[in-house]
Each structure stands twice: as C-alpha cells, then as structure tokens.
C-alpha cells in the first residue's frame, strides 16, 4: 500500500514565523504535489514537483515556497506565516503523470496561524 | 473559471438506501479523466473510483458506480446501500490531458448517512 505521511496533524503558528510542512512517501513515486483545502473551495494546488530539485507553481503560490531534496520528501515552506494561511494543507503523490493516475494523499495538516 | 462543481454542499441518506452525489465539470479538452475522493473525519483523502472520457461503459468499483454522461458533461458519483462508514466529504476532481499534472477540485459534498 502507498504511504503517505505528513509531520503533523496539528500545527500553531504565530504570525511572522517561519513554517515547515514535511511530507514523506514511500513508494518511489515521481510526482509530489501540495494543496490547501479550505471550505467551500475544495483543494487548491500550491506546488508541484516531478523530479527531485524540480518544482512547478500551481493555482495559488504566493507566500509559499518548496523544496525537494530527495525524491520520497516533499517541503512546503511558509517564509512569513499570515492568518490567511490558516488553512488545512495536503500532501498528495502520483507515480507517473498520466490522465488515468491517481493520487495518494497523506492525512494533512491542520495548520492554525495566530 | 469554476472547472468542477459540485452543486450539493450537504447531503442526508438513510442506511441501506442509495444516494447521488452530482458533480459537472467543464473543459474542452476531448480526452480527460474524472475522479471521486471520499474524505472522512480523518482528513486522509480516499481514491474511490475513475472515469475515462473515451471510456465507453460506467465505471463501477463495488457500492460505488459513476454515472457519466458526457453531453451533460455530469459524473454524478452512486452509492448503493449507504453505510454509516460512508459519512464523509467526497469530492470531485478532473484532470485534463493537455496539461495532466494538473488536477482540479470540486467544493465537495458532505454526505451523512442517517442509522
């Protein structure tokens, strides 16, 4: 089965901080991706990237950054943590890209920024 | 510009019976693939099942089946025999072919299923 983990469920900022989210998965997947969920607008893309130290913008980069050092890690960075980012974040991987592939999520992050 | 909406913000169904879960999407591309999440409380988002756009027949995968017609541009998620395990969020995506790292999400629905 295809794992995929995030470093925590619950998180508490305070504004201005820096915030790292980690998402580990375990399956030599190629594609990780990053979302924001919030209610009433589904998932959102942040980022995505389908090679190690390659990363592509989605809908909604801004105040958000992304790292892929290793190809089972993907980071999502907040540089300056703001009350706008108060938000559910998702980590999601994809063997290959293809129309027919799914993606696997990890069980996200529910991040609260003060 | 809105490429999947799902209509439905909340939805109730009795156990044992079946329920439909709408979802339209937009997009002119000729070749594209539709997909149902279930998200239960947990947060972890759960693949259901897939639809191809040539894809002749509707998917089914066990209690769920996808009622797609494409005209409509609709792929309306079924389940049958609803359980009390299916209380959850569940959401539509689509993903294009011209531009396949892509995957887009409804606002999803939350379905509870009444004992």
């Known amino acids: 089965d295809v794992k995929v983990t995030q470093s925590s469920r619950y998180l508490v900022k305070r504004t201005g901080e820096k915030v790292f989210l980690e998402c580990v998965q375990d399956m030599d997947h190629e594609n990780m991706f990053w979302y924001r969920q919030d209610p009433g607008l589904g998932l959102r893309l942040i980022y995505f990237s389908y090679d190690v130290k390659m990363k592509e913008k989605g809908d909604i980069p801004e105040g958000y950054s992304v790292s892929r050092e290793k190809k089972e890690r993907f980071s999502l960075i907040l540089e300056s943590a703001s009350t706008n980012q108060t938000s559910m974040y998702l980590c999601?991987?994809?063997?290959?890209?293809?129309?027919?592939?799914?993606?696997?999520f990890g069980p996200g992050t529910r991040l609260l920024v003060l | 510009a809105q490429k999947i909406t799902q209509t439905q913000p909340g939805m109730f169904v009795q156990e044992k019976e079946a329920v439909t879960l709408d979802c339209t999407y937009d997009t002119s591309d000729q070749s594209y693939g539709l997909f149902w999440y279930k998200q239960p409380s947990s947060g972890e988002m759960i693949f259901l099942i897939y639809q191809g756009s040539y894809d002749e027949q509707n998917a089914t995968e066990g209690r769920y089946s996808l009622n797609f017609q494409k005209a409509r541009k609709s792929a309306n998620l079924v389940i049958s025999a609803s359980q009390l395990g299916d209380s959850a969020m569940y959401f539509c995506?689509?993903?294009?072919?011209?531009?396949?790292?892509?995957?887009?999400f409804g606002a999803g629905t939350r379905l509870t299923v009444k004992p």
């Open positions: 999601a991987s994809s063997l290959f890209t293809g129309q027919k592939e799914t993606q696997y």
């Open positions: 995506a689509m993903r294009e072919d011209y531009n396949n790292n892509d995957m887009r």
